[in-house]
């Protein structure tokens, strides 16, 4: 009989994706939890919110009326009629109601975006820090990632004519988070007319705009940029529930672009999944068009925990901190600490800092590598008020202790 091992079966894409960093750290978390240690995990970015009454009320009076049953694969025409008038009045993106896809988080949203327009060799612009799952998303397509650096002192938003440097003939999409996981860094009107006026000198040019967290601002208007002229069919729109709205657990999310770019969206959704969930399409009508009450409440909630978590880490010396003007995380640049030991533990990188961190002081967050920033660490912010303080109580004595 012939030797088999099941991991030689592993396809190249698979094995060209690295598990995520958020992923790794939250289970390292839970594990030192089941031994009885006191971890507090700062690590993923889930609203530590119920998700609001009236929008749990709206899903239970859908599953009662019968809408338990399969969703077109597009989306169920009554929520993207709701969407298209919701993008018009508060994005100022005139979106029909054909041009938006529903889908199982907008997660979902992005792969389908990627792997409805770009081809195996096509080159995606990140701008680093960026959301660790596109990075995987675009090499399982057969894309390759080009990543454009930022560094604190830029507020991690890279200036125009760095991305124009990186443009090049197989460069297909570039891809926007604004506000941006993990850094919280928003970008400006002015800003990001500097960087439409690059894309629209390329025919073949896209954007992805990923504007899931633009409920969670504080300082500055969120901006989209597929409302600038002539960028609506240049831009494909994403966005979902889980953040503003606490639904994180419902997974629904949508993506809004040109006509023909929206029906291969849904033909991919089509070929790898289905129609989003029925009854919470339903219940997320409630959510656009009923009170925003406990938007505005998680808002607050939200800035004065930033204030907290600001206030703390700008009191230790050594730590290099952007106020983040939007979203629920922290990037903290701690590379003046690379080099420095404690007992028999040397910190070398974030990586190292962060696994001292959750060993040690039992406070997990995620490196900054997972997003393409090898000198930060990411802190959510999205716990408890008496979770953070005994989480930044740790990392002050533990920084503070590096020799």
Same mark, same amino acid.
């Given at each position: 009989m012939t030797s088999f091992n099941p991991a030689n079966q592993l396809s190249r894409r698979t094995s060209a994706v690295e598990e995520a960093a958020i992923i790794v750290m939250a289970g390292k978390a839970r594990q030192l939890k089941a031994q009885g240690k006191d971890v507090i995990s700062l690590t993923l970015g889930e609203p530590d919110f119920d998700t609001p009454r009236h929008i749990r009320d709206a899903a239970t009076k859908a599953m009662n009326? +019968?809408?338990?049953?399969?969703?077109?694969?597009?989306?169920?025409?009554?929520?993207?009629?709701? &969407?298209? =008038?919701?993008?018009?009045?508060?994005?100022?993106?005139?979106?029909?109601?054909?041009?938006?896809?529903?889908?199982?988080?907008?997660?979902?949203?992005?792969?389908?975006?990627?792997?409805?327009?770009?081809?195996? *060799?096509?080159e995606v612009i990140l701008l680093a820090p960026y959301w660790v799952a596109y990075e995987g998303i675009i090499k399982m397509a057969g894309g390759v990632p080009i990543i454009v650096q930022s560094g604190a002192d830029e507020g991690f938003k890279p200036p125009a004519e760095r991305i124009a440097a990186a443009i090049t003939d197989k460069t297909r999409l570039l891809v926007i988070n604004s506000p941006c996981n993990p850094s919280g860094a928003m970008f400006t009107r002015s800003e990001l007319e500097?960087? /439409?006026?690059?894309?629209?000198?390329?025919?073949?040019?896209?954007?992805?705009?990923?504007?899931?967290? =633009?409920?969670?601002?504080?300082?500055?208007?969120?901006? @989209?940029? *597929?409302?600038?002229?002539?960028?609506? =069919?240049?831009?494909?729109? $994403?966005?979902?529930? @889980?953040? !503003?709205?606490?639904?994180? *657990?419902? #997974?629904? !999310?949508?993506?809004? !672009?040109?006509?023909?770019? /929206?029906?291969?969206?849904?033909?991919? %959704? +089509?070929?790898l999944t289905a129609g989003a969930n029925a009854f919470v399409q339903?219940?997320? $009508?409630?959510? &656009?068009?009923?009170? #925003?009450?406990?938007?505005?409440?998680? #808002? %607050?909630?939200?800035? =004065?925990?930033?204030?907290?978590?600001?206030?703390?880490?700008?009191?230790?010396? *050594?730590?290099?901190?952007?106020?983040?003007? +939007?979203?629920?995380?922290?990037?903290?640049?701690?590379?003046?600490?690379? !080099?420095?030991?404690? +007992?028999?533990?040397?910190i070398n990188d974030c990586n190292d800092m962060c696994n001292w961190l959750l060993e040690e002081h039992l406070v997990a967050t995620v490196p900054g590598s997972a997003f393409g920033n090898e000198t930060s660490l990411r802190i959510s912010f999205a716990a408890s008020v008496d979770d953070l303080k005994l989480a930044l109580e740790r990392i002050t004595r533990a920084l503070n202790s590096l020799a």
């Amino acid at each position: 009989m012939t030797s088999f091992n099941p991991a030689n079966q592993l396809s190249r894409r698979t094995s060209a994706v690295e598990e995520a960093a958020i992923i790794v750290m939250a289970g390292k978390a839970r594990q030192l939890k089941a031994q009885g240690k006191d971890v507090i995990s700062l690590t993923l970015g889930e609203p530590d919110f119920d998700t609001p009454r009236h929008i749990r009320d709206a899903a239970t009076k859908a599953m009662n009326d +019968g809408f338990t049953h399969y969703a077109p694969v597009p989306g169920m025409a009554d929520i993207k009629q709701a &969407l298209s =008038e919701k993008l018009k009045a508060e994005n100022n993106l005139d979106y029909a109601p054909n041009e938006i896809i529903m889908s199982n988080g907008a997660k979902q949203s992005f792969t389908n975006a990627i792997f409805a327009t770009i081809d195996p *060799g096509d080159e995606v612009i990140l701008l680093a820090p960026y959301w660790v799952a596109y990075e995987g998303i675009i090499k399982m397509a057969g894309g390759v990632p080009i990543i454009v650096q930022s560094g604190a002192d830029e507020g991690f938003k890279p200036p125009a004519e760095r991305i124009a440097a990186a443009i090049t003939d197989k460069t297909r999409l570039l891809v926007i988070n604004s506000p941006c996981n993990p850094s919280g860094a928003m970008f400006t009107r002015s800003e990001l007319e500097n960087i /439409a006026a690059i894309v629209l000198q390329h025919p073949h040019l896209m954007v992805i705009s990923d504007e899931i967290y =633009e409920y969670i601002t504080f300082d500055e208007e969120h901006f @989209s940029i *597929g409302s600038l002229p002539d960028m609506i =069919e240049r831009t494909i729109t $994403i966005n979902g529930f @889980s953040k !503003g709205f606490a639904m994180t *657990g419902w #997974r629904l !999310g949508y993506s809004a !672009g040109p006509a023909p770019i /929206a029906a291969a969206m849904s033909k991919v %959704q +089509g070929a790898l999944t289905a129609g989003a969930n029925a009854f919470v399409q339903k219940a997320a $009508i409630s959510a &656009l068009t009923g009170p #925003r009450d406990d938007v505005e409440t998680m #808002r %607050q909630s939200y800035l =004065e925990r930033r204030n907290l978590v600001v206030s703390a880490l700008e009191a230790i010396k *050594g730590i290099s901190l952007n106020t983040p003007p +939007g979203t629920f995380y922290a990037f903290p640049d701690i590379s003046s600490f690379f !080099g420095k030991t404690s +007992g028999n533990t040397r910190i070398n990188d974030c990586n190292d800092m962060c696994n001292w961190l959750l060993e040690e002081h039992l406070v997990a967050t995620v490196p900054g590598s997972a997003f393409g920033n090898e000198t930060s660490l990411r802190i959510s912010f999205a716990a408890s008020v008496d979770d953070l303080k005994l989480a930044l109580e740790r990392i002050t004595r533990a920084l503070n202790s590096l020799a």
